[in-house]
C-alpha cells in the first residue's frame, strides 16, 4: 500500500532530514586507577533546521556529547554523521576548517578575546573560518552584518569588557554565524545571564532555524529547554527519553 508507513520508512525519514546523526556512539576515558564511561551507546538524530535541546543533570555527559557532535572530542566507538559526512581521520587543522565551515560554537563564559572589539572578534573568526565569500575586504562588512543580527552594529567598536554580560554573549552568537554554518552549537549559552537577558540571547538563537540553521543547545532553564523543536535527555551517558523527531534509542536507568 502506497501509504502505509513501517517503522523502518519512518526511521529512514528521520535520518534523510537529519542535519546529524549520532550512531552508537561511546566515549569512556581511561585513567590508571579505572575506566570511566561517560557517554554509553548514544544514538539520535538532529533533524535539519531544528531547535534541538540536550537536556541532563550535571554530569549526565551533555558537554561531552557536544564535543563530540564539533569533533573536539573522539567518540571511543560509533560514529557522527554531520551533513552526509563522517567527522573522523582528519587533522587538527583540517578538523578546525571543517568546524569553521559546519558548526558555530557559542560558549556559557563567552569566550571574547579580550584586546579585540567586537568587529575584531568576529572579523577573526572570518579569518580563521577560511569562508571564501567573505575573504579579505569583505570581512569587516560581514562582521557588522552579523552584529547588526545580534542588534549590536552600533556597538561594533567596543571591546568585551565595555559591553554587559548579555551584549557580550551576543558578540559571541554573532561570531559563531560569522561563517553561515549550517549548525550552531551552543553549551548552557545563558547560563551566565540573568533570567531577562537569559530569554533575549536565547530569543536570538530561537529565530535562527526559520533561516535554515540548526541549534544545539544544553540548557538548565526548563523555560528555555521547553522551547525545543526536539530533544533528548542523558543520565549517567546514555539516553533516557527523547521529544519530537530526534530518532533515539532510548534506554532505560
Ligand atoms: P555535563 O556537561 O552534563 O555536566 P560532562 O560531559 O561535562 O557532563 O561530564 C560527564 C561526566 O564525565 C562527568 O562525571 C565528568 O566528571 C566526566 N568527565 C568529563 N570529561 C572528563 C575527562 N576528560 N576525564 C575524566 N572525566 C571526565
Ligand atoms: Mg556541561
Not at 550535571?58 to 560514529?79: A, C, E, F, M, Q
Not at 554554518?181 to 547560563?191: C, L, M, S
Not at 532555524?209 to 526548563?222: C, N
Request: aromatic letters at 4%; charged letters at 20%; proline letters at 4%.
Amino acid at each position: 500500500m502506497a501509504n502505509m508507513v513501517t517503522s523502518r520508512d519512518v526511521s529512514q525519514t528521520v535520518a534523510q532530514g537529519a542535519l546529524v546523526r549520532v550512531e552508537h556512539v561511546t566515549r569512556t576515558i581511561a585513567t590508571r586507577a579505572q575506566k570511566t564511561t561517560i557517554l554509553d551507546d548514544v544514538t539520535f538524530a538532529v533533524p535539519a533546521s531544528s531547535l534541538f535541546a540536550i537536556n541532563g543533570p550535571s554530569g549526565s555527559g551533555k558537554s561531552t556529547l557536544l564535543n563530540v557532535l564539533t569533533g573536539i572530542d573522539r567518540p571511543t566507538s560509533g560514529r557522527v554523521i554531520f551533513d552526509g559526512t563522517e567527522i573522523r581521520g582528519r587533522g587538527e587543522n583540517q578538523l578546525a576548517r571543517w568546524r569553521g565551515e559546519h558548526v558555530g560554537i557559542v560558549f556559557q563564559f563567552f569566550q571574547l578575546v579580550p584586546t579585540l572589539t567586537a568587529s575584531e572578534i568576529v572579523e577573526l573568526a572570518l579569518e580563521l573560518g577560511g569562508n571564501r565569500r567573505f575573504a579579505g575586504g569583505k570581512r569587516r562588512a560581514r562582521a557588522i552584518e552579523c552584529l547588526t543580527l545580534v542588534g549590536l552594529a552600533d556597538l561594533a567598536h567596543r571591546l568585551p569588557s565595555q559591553l554587559s554580560g548579555g551584549q557580550q554573549q551576543r558578540v559571541a552568537i554573532a561570531r559563531a554565524l560569522a561563517n553561515d554554518p549550517p549548525a550552531i552549537v551552543a553549551d548552557e549559552p545563558t547560563g551566565n545571564l540573568d533570567s531577562h537577558t537569559a530569554t533575549q540571547v536565547f530569543d536570538l538563537l530561537a529565530e535562527l532555524p526559520r533561516q535554515g540553521k540548526t541549534v544545539i543547545y544544553v540548557t538548565h532553564d526548563p523555560r528555555l529547554a521547553g522551547r525545543a523543536s526536539a530533544g533528548i535527555t542523558l543520565l549517567d551517558g546514555h539516553i533516557v527519553s527523547q521529544s519530537g523527531d530526534a530518532g533515539a534509542e532510548v534506554r532505560g536507568k
